[in-house]
């Protein structure tokens, strides 16, 4: 299942002119470090709404072992990158050493003088997705009550919100959250948690599909219950 993390962007200030000219000047294959990275051209793709993406590559070294004895060999991460035409870009969910150059590339080559970051979720946030989607198929909570578990998770293939557990535990703090939103006539199953990761839990979904279903996210969910904050950068004159 294809799993993201947003970053906010300032949408007046993102540069995105002669976007495929630049992605390809970004390419990997063009970088002189020994352990290449950057983007791979071939994978760039668009659709309406100024909406892009494309992977950016990591070359990592690996040792591997055979019978005639150790090699080492390099090895190559790709990770998407999807612009959604508004105030978000999406990375592949990654570990932070990623996800920080991920930030530094964006902030160098298509933010410049911002301090980017990635998006979590807050209680608040998870609350008003919860208000507004039609199912909630799985929720993770935190009851309150000290006789309750410390955490408590509960699912339905239809909807909680027509469960007794539901009745029960309806406004407890919440931590993750699987919720069915509508999109464009059809449904998706979508995962927020206060990480920021969100998850897509349809199967195999195209690429072309994935960016559709992160864009209706970013336009009818983050845009209305996240007010994105951008950190400017001191840059020396």
Same mark, same amino acid.
């Given at each position: 299942?294809?799993?993201?993390?947003?970053?906010?962007?300032?949408?007046?200030?993102?540069?995105?002119?002669?976007?495929?000219? %630049?992605?390809?000047?970004? =390419?990997?294959?063009?970088? &002189?470090?020994?352990?290449?990275?950057?983007?791979?051209?071939?994978?760039?793709?668009?659709?309406?709404?100024?909406?892009?993406?494309?992977?950016?590559?990591?070359?990592? +070294?690996? +040792? *591997?072992?055979?019978?005639?004895?150790?090699?080492?060999?390099?090895?190559?991460?790709?990770?998407?990158?999807? !612009?959604?035409?508004?105030?978000?870009?999406? @990375?592949?969910?990654? &570990?932070?050493?990623?996800?920080?150059?991920?930030?530094?590339?964006?902030?160098? &080559? !298509?933010?410049?003088? *911002?301090?980017?970051?990635?998006?979590?979720?807050? $209680?608040?946030?998870?609350?008003?997705?919860?208000?507004?989607?039609?199912? @909630?198929?799985?929720?993770?909570?935190?009851?309150?009550?000290? =006789?309750?578990?410390?955490? @408590?998770?509960?699912?339905?293939? %239809?909807?909680?919100?027509?469960?007794?557990?539901?009745?029960?535990?309806?406004?407890?703090?919440? =931590?993750?959250?699987?919720?069915?939103?509508?999109?464009?006539?059809? $449904?998706?199953?979508?995962?927020?948690?206060?990480?920021? @990761?969100?998850?897509?839990?349809?199967?195999?979904? %195209?690429? %072309?599909?994935?960016?559709?279903?992160?864009? *209706?996210?970013?336009?009818?969910?983050?845009?209305?219950?996240?007010?994105?904050? *951008?950190?400017?950068?001191?840059?020396?004159?």
């Amino acid at each position: 299942m294809p799993s993201y993390k947003l970053i906010p962007t300032p949408h007046d200030d993102l540069d995105t002119d002669n976007v495929e000219e %630049r992605v390809a000047q970004l =390419s990997a294959r063009e970088s &002189n470090e020994d352990l290449r990275r950057g983007t791979l051209p071939e994978t760039f793709e668009s659709i309406a709404n100024d909406a892009f993406w494309f992977e950016y590559a990591i070359e990592r +070294e690996f +040792e *591997y072992e055979t019978l005639g004895g150790e090699h080492e060999t390099k090895i190559l991460e790709k990770h998407p990158v999807v !612009f959604l035409g508004g105030d978000f870009v999406a @990375i592949g969910n990654c &570990n932070n050493d990623v996800e920080n150059e991920l930030q530094e590339f964006l902030e160098t &080559n !298509f933010v410049p003088g *911002y301090a980017l970051e990635t998006l979590g979720f807050e $209680e608040t946030t998870l609350q008003k997705i919860i208000g507004q989607a039609p199912d @909630i198929v799985k929720a993770d909570l935190n009851p309150t009550q000290s =006789s309750e578990p410390e955490q @408590i998770s509960g699912r339905d293939r %239809r909807s909680l919100k027509a469960t007794d557990f539901w009745d029960r535990y309806e406004g407890e703090p919440v =931590s993750k959250v699987k919720v069915k939103l509508p999109n464009g006539g059809t $449904e998706i199953t979508v995962g927020f948690d206060k990480r920021g @990761i969100v998850v897509l839990y349809e199967q195999s979904l %195209r690429m %072309r599909e994935q960016v559709e279903a992160l864009q *209706y996210v970013a336009d009818n969910v983050l845009s209305r219950f996240i007010n994105p904050q *951008y950190q400017t950068t001191l840059l020396e004159e």
